[in-house]
């Protein structure tokens, strides 16, 4: 297990820029055939000489080679010492979740993807845990709500669906004031964008079925620390729960990860015109995007960001039944879950990946409308989305 090693593994890449070790940390020529590309170990179990005596590997639950590669690869990404890949993302919170204990408190915001609400409240409220919610782009709230006892703090920036920002070191500061660990979710900016450990976060979390893999053809979800003793531990419940992705998933997300900063800057370039577009469209609302000045978040972004990201979302004015029939008219844009891949896709939140917290505090607005932008020509998706939304 590349999370459990300790101390981790140097990697002869650590100094190099962050594109040069996407392609190359952790990813070592193959020493049997020189083979460049990292290898699909298929295999589940591993030879051993004597019993104990083997080469690292014993069974693909507990390691494998590809695997080894994806999670030293991303740990890098993230400035991380540890890296641990899952079979999804609600798979990898769930791990960090499993040393949760009746009484214990979670804090989550306000405005978060609907299945951590659901795995958080649903699954482990049950158990005794108690999960608060507050706006944590608003630090007042968040003091407010730290001033009890509180074991964690799951939180994403920008969040899932009307990407509010919020403030991962003052929040960090925060929370280990009352002794709670903070767990990043950094699905939406990628690690090219935002490093939160490097702004105190404890632990940070990703769907790798976005923007790390980048091609809407694999779910995976990872984790990585730079603590030692909590990384044992995780990799501990990595294994002995089980949910670790095959060795095939986590040659896509390594192959997906090798564009990452490629694809994050075209990303971001066609999300802010597509932002650009958005404002003062007459059918359009509010409009939601870290990049505009006019976005409550703008700064702290703009501090804590290296981009604003290749999500955008905005209100129809004429409400829930405007924003359903807009979805369903683009060309382009697909109407699909999901998000982060280079192909541009359009959902309905308040129906759709949303649909579980309706009625709870996370209820999103039902005339919202999210984009996950991706990387085509710009003047195409501009004219995609001038014609939804023209007037019928
Ligand atoms: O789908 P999975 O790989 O298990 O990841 C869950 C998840 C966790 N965190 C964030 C911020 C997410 O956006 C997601 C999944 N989100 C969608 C499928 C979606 O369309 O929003």
């Known amino acids: 297990m590349a999370g459990a090693e300790s101390p981790a593994t140097p990697d002869p890449f650590a100094d190099k820029g962050f594109a040069t070790r996407a392609i190359h940390a952790g990813q070592p020529h193959d020493p049997t055939s020189g083979a460049v590309v990292t290898p699909i170990v298929l295999s589940s179990t591993f030879a051993q000489e004597a019993v104990g005596v083997h080469r690292g590997f014993e ?14 690869c991303v740990a890098s990404l993230e400035g991380a010492r540890h890296g ?7 798979a990898a919170l769930d791990v960090v979740c499993r040393d949760l204990a009746p009484g214990d408190r979670v804090l989550l915001s306000n405005d978060a993807y609907g299945g951590t609400y659901r795995l958080l409240a649903r699954i482990y409220g ?8 507050a706006d944590l782009s608003d630090l007042t709230a968040v003091e407010a709500a730290l001033s009890r006892p509180t074991t964690m703090v799951v939180l994403e920036t920008p969040t899932n669906p009307v990407l509010r920002i919020l403030d991962i070191e003052a929040i960090s500061a925060l929370a280990h004031r009352s002794g709670a660990t903070v767990v990043v979710d950094n699905t939406f900016a990628t690690p090219y964008l935002q490093q939160p450990l490097a702004l105190g976060a404890d632990v940070v979390m990703h769907s790798s079925t976005k923007y790390l893999g980048g091609h809407s053809d694999v779910v995976g979800g990872f984790l990585a620390t730079s603590d030692d003793a909590r990384a044992e531990r995780l990799a501990y419940l990595q294994n002995a729960a089980g949910a670790v992705p095959g060795p095939f998933d986590c040659y896509l997300v390594l192959r997906g990860v090798k564009t990452l900063a490629a694809r994050m800057e075209q990303h971001c370039r066609n999300a802010a015109a597509v932002a650009d577009l ?13 990049g505009l000045p006019s976005h409550p978040g703008h700064a702290v972004a703009t501090r804590q960001m290296r981009g604003f990201g290749g999500m955008v979302s905005f209100t ?5 039944a405007a924003a359903v029939a807009a979805v369903a008219r683009t060309g382009i844009f697909t109407l699909a879950e999901s998000l982060g891949a280079v ?10 990946t949303h649909a579980s917290v309706a009625g709870s505090a996370l209820e999103v607005n039902p ?4 984009l996950s932008v991706g990387i085509e020509d710009v003047a195409d998706l501009l004219a995609d989305l001038h014609m939804a939304l023209a007037p019928r």
């Open 367 to 370: 005339a919202l409308i999210r």
């Open 278 to 290: 958005l404002v003062g469209h007459p059918a359009v609302g509010e409009v939601f995007y870290p």
């Open 84 to 90: 641990l890949a899952f079979a999804s993302g609600l």
């Open 59 to 72: 069974y693909s639950r507990s390691g494998n080679p590809t695997r080894q590669a994806l999670e030293r």
């Open 343 to 352: 192909e541009s896709l359009i959902e309905h939140p308040g129906r759709m």
């Open 316 to 320: 129809m004015r004429e409400g829930e």
């Open 126 to 133: 049950p158990l005794g845990v108690e999960v608060v919610v």
